[in-house]
């Protein structure tokens, strides 16, 4: 089984804003972990179910990761962990038309935005889901507490922890 240290966006059912971000030019191709240089590989779209998500994984880093093939893998510190996720971060400012976002270690489990609502408003409302990134018009739908700020226009979060 992979485990992924990903950014991951949600679209909903909404396929075409999902291969419209997968197209997005020029891809950064490495972002910067200490002093590591770390490829990306090209986003990956699953329209699996009912939802299209698209996942970008940074090259080496998860563990088990088959588009990694026999690479060796780059063992980062917290440190730069951080700093990768940052530059995903300012990677996802790029894109538009996703309901819900997050980087980390396989954070599909928390972008359904009906589990966001049963299971987790709690977190939501006291801010513990640090990362989480949501499409603005969902505080109607969502509780969100005073912890959420803008991430970029149309779209709030909980900020990702800086270094």
């Known amino acids: 089984m992979a485990l992924c240290f990903e950014l991951v966006m949600d679209f909903g059912s909404d396929v075409q804003a999902a291969r419209a971000a ?5 891809w950064p191709y490495t972002l910067r ?3 590591f240089r770390i490829p990306l590989h090209r986003p990956m779209l699953s329209t699996a ?3 299209a998500q698209l996942s970008v994984l940074p090259v080496a880093v998860g563990r088990g990761v088959a588009a990694d093939g026999s ?4 063992d980062l510190t917290e440190s730069e962990l951080t700093e990768l996720g940052c530059g ?3 990677l996802l ?3 538009e038309g996703y309901v819900a976002a997050m980087v980390g270690w396989d954070p599909e489990c928390l972008l359904d935005i009906d589990e966001l609502a049963s299971e987790w408003s709690e977190e939501l409302a006291d801010g513990t889901l640090s990362g989480l990134v949501l499409a603005d018009h969902l505080r109607t739908r969502l509780t969100l507490g005073p912890a959420w ?9 909980l900020p990702y922890p800086e270094q």
């Open 22 to 26: 997968a197209s997005i030019e020029p």
């Open 33 to 35: 972990a200490g002093a």
């Open 49 to 51: 179910g009912t939802t």
């Open 71 to 74: 690479l060796p893998r780059f």
């Open 88 to 90: 995903l971060y300012r």
């Open 93 to 95: 400012a790029r894109f």
């Open 149 to 157: 700020v803008p991430f970029r226009p149309g779209y709030v979060w």
